[in-house]
């Protein structure tokens, strides 16, 4: 299983990136996706997350209204969308599949399978 995140680079503050993820879980369209960061010296801390189904979508409160997390199971793809970017989004972030019960969507062990991670980094 391989999970191939891009997208990142080095943006200004008030930019916008769109990360992207191509996993070769199968099916793609029964495992829920998320996206998760590490910053410098910090722990990982979740980002957003999708349902296999998009019917369920969670976002960590500092992302809210900023952050869109979307997918496209006929191309194994789930994107995050990055607006409005802040220095404190400097991270690498992450995603991930897994089959998650809707209460543990927020949460790293509800999540099987890793991708390598892409640097987000927001200049002030």
């Known amino acids: 299983v391989q999970l191939q995140a891009s997208g990142g680079g080095l943006v200004q503050t008030g930019d916008s990136l769109r990360l992207s993820c191509v996993a070769s879980?199968?099916?793609?369209?029964?495992?829920?996706m998320g996206w998760f960061r590490q910053a410098p010296g910090k722990e990982r801390e979740f980002v957003a997350a999708?349902?296999?189904?998009?019917?369920?979508?969670s976002y960590a409160d500092s992302v809210k209204g900023r952050f869109t997390i979307s997918r496209v199971n006929t191309q194994n793809t789930v994107y995050l969308q990055m607006n409005s970017l802040k220095p404190e989004d400097t991270a690498v972030y992450y995603c991930?599949?897994?089959?998650?019960?809707?209460?543990?969507?927020?949460?790293?062990?509800?999540?099987?399978?890793w991708g390598q991670g892409t640097l987000v980094t927001v200049s002030s």
């Open positions: 991930a599949a897994g089959r998650p019960i809707i209460s543990t969507m927020t949460l790293s062990l509800g999540y099987g399978y």
């Open positions: 879980v199968r099916p793609f369209s029964s495992y829920a």
């Open positions: 999708i349902r296999y189904n998009g019917g369920t979508i």
